[in-house]
């Protein structure tokens, strides 16, 4: 079993910035592939990003490529979203994940679940 812990997030206006991140505990961190899915009211969760245990592999939605960037330190069992130029429509909900690997994350695979943390983006 592997608990998955979001941090960082809150509001920010449209063109900023937020970090987040995941941390993981029970598990090999190393072992999983990460990823962030997000979830908008009245709308479903949808991919957003993943990474591979080696973080030599990237996935990112056409929504998000070049404005998020995922990144992960598995000596603190971590996994970060940074994501700059922030739009309204970027406002969700936003879950950590973990899977055997990457490819199946980018295809709504998911093993383990974080609790989700709120971003709001104002225009």
């Known amino acids: 079993q592997v608990l998955l812990v979001e941090s960082g997030g809150g509001s920010v206006q449209a063109g900023g910035s937020l970090r987040l991140s995941c941390a993981a505990s029970?598990?090999?961190?190393?072992?999983?592939?990460m990823g962030w899915f997000r979830q908008a009211p009245g709308k479903e969760r949808e991919f957003v990003s993943a990474?591979?245990?080696?973080?030599?592999?990237?996935y990112y939605a056409v929504s998000v490529k070049g404005r998020f960037t995922i990144s992960r330190d598995n000596a603190k069992n971590t996994v970060y979203l940074q994501m700059t130029s922030l739009k309204p429509e970027d406002t969700a909900v936003y879950f950590c994940?973990?899977?055997?690997?990457?490819?199946?994350?980018?295809?709504?695979?998911?093993?383990?679940w974080g609790q989700g943390t709120q971003v709001t983006v104002s225009s």
């Open positions: 994940a973990a899977e055997v690997n990457a490819a199946r994350l980018s295809n709504g695979i998911v093993s383990f």
């Open positions: 029970g598990g090999t961190f190393a072992g999983y592939a």
């Open positions: 990474i591979a245990w080696s973080g030599s592999s990237t």
